[in-house]
């Protein structure tokens, strides 16, 4: 049934890698999301979004300096291996595995509370245990049928989207609503210090980029696809969160009097009506149920399976499919986790914690570039130092920024767990006694 000798499946192109990051980032996020963003950000959303995509494109470049180096899987965990030391790459790929086991768990959670408004009679945890089991099937039978399910979902998101424009234009033209830009600057309640403080509840919207990272080895050209899936991803979806949610400050400017729970379900009320929301309702569930879902769980399995490879974790998790070519036993494994976190935690637990792994993988990685390019590297240009020292000193800064500014509880519970990573670095090396084994990529092809 396994195999430790077959390489991952060769399949996926640069059309595909951008798809798939487009829909780790779930194109009607704001669609769920949008009415936690008002307060913090006095209405003006998309002024919030603008400023985290450029923001993130500074760890987005420094992603794909990486990927055009070491086109591999194993994303932070090994680009932080290649670029300083082997210890310090196995924690940082450890810091990002929490972020990516929770990720498919919040996803649950989300589907499982639109679920049961949508159908009542379904108790929550059936959402969960059909969406576990659904998901590990389809990621065994290999990523290309995860890019197939993304792009069949990307249409039906786009259609939900596409509809809301078509509503918004119509209102427009029939002069029930009117252009404002309350969603970049609404002069009556407008302070620097809140744009930066939503920024940072913001910008959780755009983690899972670095997913893309993770399927370098099932890239049909990872040195260079996987680096401009990176940049295009961002830039895609960033974009399309500023256009939508500055038509939602035209439908209603007046932000203060929506219910923060249905706040764009009640815009798509105002401009499409009862079967836009429904219609919204079973996208959501779908988007982040199956299609954030899925690729979550494809993203931790990979980077398992690398420190699986690599010996740092049981061998076993490097285990393929001897049919599929998929780390099935890790991909097992991230099920049955997500599985047990779904039915245990809270929503607003979960929420508090997904964002610590990948903020300090982040700060390392683009530390690492700074170091193996500039310090230790040949530089000798502006364009070196732009590339190689200042964005990532940017990426790093940002980051820094948002991390600072997490919760006690997502500082503790992340602690804990990098705790825990550094135990199993002390034993696999002894007290650091026996050195970590760092894999050689400059001989592959």
Known sequence: MESTTSELKVSLSTKDLVIYGVTFMIPVAPLAFYGSFLTPANGMVSLAYLVGMIAMLFTGFSYATMAGSYPFSGSVYTYVQQGTTAGLGFISGWGIVLDYLLIPTITYLITQSFGKSLIPGIPGWVWIVALVLFNTVINVLGVNIVTKISWALIAL?????????????????????????????????????????????????????????????????????????II????????????????????????????????????????????????????????????????????????LYAMGRDGVLPASLAKLHKRYRTPVVAIVLVGLVSLVLSLALSQDMVSN????????????????????????????TVGDFLKHCLSPLIGFGVSAWIFLNLSIDAKLVGASWLAVGLVILLVKTRFFTVRTPKLDFTSKD
């Open 157 to 229: 998101q786009a259609f939900v989207l596409l509809a809301f424009v078509v509503g918004t234009l119509t209102a427009l033209i029939r002069g029930e609503i009117h252009p404002n830009v309350v969603a970049f600057y609404n002069p009556a309640h407008f302070n620097f210090q809140g744009v930066l403080q939503a920024t940072g509840i913001v910008i959780v919207s755009y983690l899972g980029f670095d997913a893309v990272s993770t399927l370098s080895e099932e890239a049909e050209n990872p040195y260079h696809s996987v680096g401009r899936a």
């Open 232 to 303: 295009l991803s961002i830039v895609s979806i960033g974009l399309l969160f500023v256009f939508i949610t500055a038509l939602a400050g035209f439908v209603a400017p007046d932000y203060q009097n929506l219910n923060p729970n249905t706040a764009f379900l009640g815009i798509l009320d105002r401009v499409g009506g009862a079967w836009l929301v429904k219609l919204a309702d079973i996208t959501i569930i779908l988007s982040f149920g199956f299609a954030s879902g899925q690729e979550g769980q494809t993203a931790v399995s990979r980077i």
């Open 353 to 380: 914690l997904v964002s610590f792994g990948a903020l300090f993988g982040f700060m390392v990685l683009n530390l690492s570039v700074i170091w193996k390019f500039y310090i230790t590297g040949q530089h000798s």
